[in-house]
């Protein structure tokens, strides 16, 4: 079956999608691990560092977990992280991606309903869109807490909002945008239809498409076209 007119459900990451933060993250991660006695340019600090790069697109929470093994010590850098992070977004330091609104507008105009998806902490996410004016962008916004607490690479955030727009019949009518591997895993296993990684953020193609891209795009900006184009579905 051929369908060129068919409305998806898109569910977009936002740092490294469509918002570009310049390495806030590493930097928010350097406050929080100080601030429970891990400092630059010691070892511990330097395998720390690695696993959050490995792990760009988790929930927060759950690499702090990981790495400070116990839940009061997780939550104690969560805090500090979501803390410096916020400050540095309120410094201005976070912009669009080149497109990101223009795209995210286009979609909605096109009739696709657009869920905009972070690993943050709400109060993070919330920092973000309110620096970009984008808090009325997208038709909805979610955080891992808006799913249960789980964020990727698990299914959740994709499936909380198939269940919560209630904008597709099918799950296959669905598409996933991210630049991380674990982005393309919770869209493959959350059974999207379409699920492109964008080469703007974190992981390069090779990676994307060793986690389960269907499509790889130059940015988020290509999405409009690749939902435009016919798609012929097993009959």
């Given at each position: 079956m051929t369908d060129s007119k068919s409305r998806n459900l898109v569910v977009l990451d936002m740092a490294g999608t469509t918002v570009a933060d310049g390495g806030l993250v590493e930097r928010a991660f350097e406050r929080a691990a100080a601030h429970l006695g891990v400092d630059p340019g010691t070892p511990g600090h330097a395998e720390k560092l690695q696993y959050v790069r490995d792990t760009m697109g988790e929930s927060k929470i759950s690499v702090f977990r990981h790495l400070f093994g116990t839940e009061e010590r997780a939550r104690l850098a969560n805090s500090?992280?979501?803390?410096?992070?916020?400050?540095?977004?309120?410094?201005?330091?976070?912009?669009?991606?080149?497109?990101?609104?223009?795209?995210?507008?286009?979609?909605?105009?096109?009739?696709?309903?657009?869920?905009?998806?972070?690993g943050f902490a709400r109060v993070t996410q919330d920092a973000i869109l309110d620096a970009l004016g984008w808090r009325d962008l997208a038709d909805l916004t979610l955080c891992p807490a808006d799913a249960g607490g789980r964020g990727r690479p698990y299914p959740d955030l994709v499936l909380a909002a198939f269940l919560r727009t209630g904008a597709v019949d099918d799950v296959r009518e669905t598409a996933v945008a991210g630049d991380t591997a674990y982005d393309m895993l919770s869209g493959r296993r959350a059974g999207a239809g379409i699920v492109a990684g964008v080469l703007t953020g974190a992981h390069d193609r090779t990676a994307l498409t060793a986690h389960g891209a269907t499509h790889v795009l130059d940015s988020v900006a290509g999405l409009p076209a690749l939902l435009a184009a016919p798609r012929t579905e097993p009959s």
């Open positions: 500090a992280f979501e803390q410096a992070y916020a400050e540095l977004v309120d410094g201005g330091l976070v912009t669009p991606v080149p497109g990101a609104r223009e795209t995210i507008e286009a979609l909605r105009a096109d009739g696709h309903t657009v869920v905009l998806t972070t």
